[in-house]
């Protein structure tokens, strides 16, 4: 695995008496889409406040490149780029005057990164519009390329899907997709949004309270668990007897379809088997569970607002 730009340790938040974040310990890597899971109010936006320094932790550390956001500030910070809530623009400035404002504010970005930038969001046919003209989803484009002008090695997505129709949603997602894997960028998404963390990130850490209860590699999870694999076959009782013994699983027969819990892996050589032993098949699907009904399996399903 890639190195660890960003590293948790016991990051707490207590207001009044209230633990409001409750030792969150995590590493974010090296060209990974880190997923940020929780129900609203689980505390997913206070712990990015803290990973960013614009909100104080009560104890613990953000670790940025080797640099503590507590103790050195400015070095840590120069590595993120984050868009918390909604990216705020000059709505009368163009979205290009909009990028070499903010250029200005941090020293060594040349035009030409900001090229660059406007080129990997795909802004470059409306940069000279006026953002106040920018649809919600160019808007957030936009966000991004500024976020990204000054080369950070860590990328915070506050909801960056929040509000956009189902093109724009799937647009940010490879955009972000793409920043991970071609430009090195470690991205934090934050969201509640399940199906879209499932197509978007590598790994999923899971908040309920202010508490992290599991953190889980996406794809891996799918490749290795039992699926749920439905036959159409026929004759249904010599098959249902077959796939019994090909399996050594329970097997629930339906009129005309037979279902069995099994690795993916496996159902090559159990088709094979099957066809061996006369029996007609007319189709394989599997179900998996998908990052919804491990979620709720985790927080339970009252958790979600």
């Known amino acids: 695995m890639s190195e660890a730009v960003m590293q948790l340790k016991n990051v707490k938040k207590t207001i009044g008496r209230k633990e409001i974040i409750k030792g969150l310990d995590f590493d974010i890597h090296a060209g990974e889409v880190f997923g940020f899971l929780g129900p609203n109010g689980a505390g997913k936006t206070t712990t990015i406040r803290m990973m960013v320094g614009l909100i104080e932790m009560t104890e613990g550390d953000v670790v940025i490149k080797g640099h503590s956001?507590?103790?050195?500030f400015k070095q840590a910070v120069r590595h993120v780029g984050a868009i918390v809530e909604n990216p705020e623009m000059y709505p009368f400035l163009s979205g290009w005057k909009n990028l070499v404002h903010y250029a200005r504010m941090m020293p060594g970005i040349t035009e030409e990164r900001i090229h660059e930038v406007v080129r990997l969001v795909g802004l470059e046919n409306r940069i000279k519009e006026?953002?106040?003209?920018?649809?919600?989803?160019?808007?957030q484009r936009l966000g991004i390329a500024q976020a990204l002008l000054h080369n950070p090695s860590v990328l915070i997505l506050d909801e960056p899907t929040n509000g956009l129709d189902p093109s724009g949603i799937r647009?940010?997602?490879a955009y972000i997709r793409k920043l991970a894997e071609e430009e090195g960028v470690a991205v934090i998404v934050s969201s509640h949004i399940l199906s879209e963390m499932e197509m978007m990130c590598d790994r999923i850490g899971v908040i309920k309270n202010g508490?992290?209860?599991s953190i889980q590699m996406v794809h891996e999870a799918q490749q290795s668990e039992d699926v749920e694999v439905v036959f159409t076959a026929s004759p249904v009782d010599q098959s249902a007897a077959a796939l019994k013994e090909l399996t050594g699983k329970d097997v629930e027969a339906g009129e005309e379809t037979l279902t069995v819990q099994m690795t993916k892996e496996a159902i090559p050589d159990v088709v094979s088997g099957l066809v061996q032993k006369g029996i007609r098949i007319y189709g394989v699907n599997i179900h998996r569970?998908?990052?919804e009904d491990k979620f709720l399996d985790l927080i339970g399903e009252g958790a979600i607002e």
């Open 211 to 213: 508490e992290l209860i």
């Open 289 to 291: 569970s998908t990052l």
């Open 69 to 72: 956001i507590s103790r050195e």
């Open 130 to 139: 006026k953002a106040g003209k920018y649809s919600l989803g160019m808007r």
């Open 171 to 173: 647009e940010i997602r």
